[in-house]
């Protein structure tokens, strides 16, 4: 009996606000009726009246004030271009490995293999330390990169927004594995002088989904914290996590994650509406690791060697496949048209009940969103997620091309792809975008945003200035694996 109980009285506590108030209410009708139907004088009628639309007026005020709907605006964002120092060809990439001093002849041909197969493409960027012969792996050096790309990132945000930094009231700092003392939000706070009262929260270990999460994070703050500002920020360190060792499970994250990092900044000021490039209007976070493997298939840990690097299990793809699959049946039914749910409600049904043996139907995303920003983890994660959803060329380019042009960002990822689109012009007032990213735990967080106004490709402040014209640019195909050894 007390199982069914404790969420009953949770819930009434939870809620005692609005149970005074509407019992204030009652009370209020029920003297009235009273009243009516006593034969008082026409006085204590009045008065009694008085007070029940004093009740009712309360009561609707109160949920008029505490239970509408706060609406969660995205003012701007930025994402970080490192300098030509961080510049970085695959020739140098082959060329650096070779001194590194830890890497097995067998290891360097792996790491040329992956580089081809990987979807980056000739210019990518890199930390100074990890280019730096031999490279400088130091503590200070990863500071130094994080300090580069989050100042660099929030610099060119509050420049385009116009926004102060005593404004800022909530603080989201999301980076996987380098998280030193005094924190990354510490260091923000402490550059920008940011107010006493900020609050401040540091995302670690949540892998590349952690941007959306974040997202998701800022925006329930920003529902209970209304008239406020949340500063979003999302990068990944390589200084500190180049892993060190020959284990090939491990040196995929070698070859594929870059240097980078993004600035969001969120709005819960109604004012900002008329400002603000776009609105959020969903977000939605599957998380899988209860399941062993799911768990396990990115994976922090010791080599043979000690040396710490993060694995790469080869269940990933059937793992992300299979996270995918729970993540977008919750996701339909938010988003997708009647139609698409109708045909999908009927295929169910025969598959299930009727037991025709049919392919299940796979709903069309692109008749939900305009836009698909879809984490850039990889050339074959890229390729499994296109077939998963069935989705065009076009609606993959923004992703392809940030993974060929700017590597694997982690968590900023999305933000380097959105911008993608709005260089291209191609987001017009009206348009929905989807931000889905996936990570170590494993999970898969969405973010649905709805334009608010036609978007201008900008001249500056954007990753792409001065080269967006170059793309799309053909992709060569992976050459095909030998079996010799």
Known sequence: MLKYT?????????????????????????????????GEESLNRSRHSLITSFCLAAAFTYHYLVRRTRYVFLVDFACFKPGLSCLCTTEMILERAKHVGFLSEESLKLVAKILDRSGLGPKTYLPEGVLHIPPKLTFDEARKETDTVLFGAVDELLEKTGVQSKDIGILVVNCCLFNPTPSLSDTIVNHYKLRGNILTYDLSGMGCSAGVLAVDFAKQLLQVHPNSYALVLSTENETSSIYRGNNPSMMLTNCLFRMGGSAALLSSHPSDRCRSKYQLIHTLRTHVGADDNSYKCVFQEEDEAHKIG????????????????????????????????????????????????????????TLAFDHFCIHTGGRAVLDRMQKS?????????????????????????????????????????????????????????????????????PLKNTPWRDEIDDFPVKLNPPKPTSNNK
Not at 23 to 38: I, M
Not at 351 to 356: A, E
Not at 391 to 417: A, Q
Request: glycine residues 6%; hydrophobic residues 45%.
């Open 6 to 38: 404790h969420p009953f009285l949770n819930f009434l506590i939870s809620n005692i606000m609005n149970n005074l108030l509407y019992l204030s209410l009652l009370a209020g009708a029920a003297a009235s009726a009273y009243y009516y139907g006593s």
């Open 310 to 365: 993060v694995s790469l299990s080869k269940e990933l793809m059937n793992v992300a496949r299979d996270a995918l699959k729970i993540h977008i049946t919750s996701l339909g039914p938010v988003v997708l048209p009647i139609s698409e749910k109708v045909k999908f409600v009927v295929n169910f049904v025969k598959r299930k009940f009727l037991k025709i043996m049919i392919e299940a139907y796979v709903p069309n995303f």
């Open 389 to 457: 959803l069935e989705l065009d060329d076009w609606h993959m380019e923004p992703s392809r091309m940030t993974l060929y042009r700017f590597g694997n960002t982690s968590s900023s990822s999305v933000w380097y792809e959105l911008a993608y689109c709005e260089a291209k012009g191609r987001v017009k007032k009206g348009d929905r975008v989807w931000q889905m990213a996936f990570g170590s735990g494993f999970k898969v967080n969405t973010a649905v945003w709805v334009a608010l106004k036609n978007i201008e490709p």
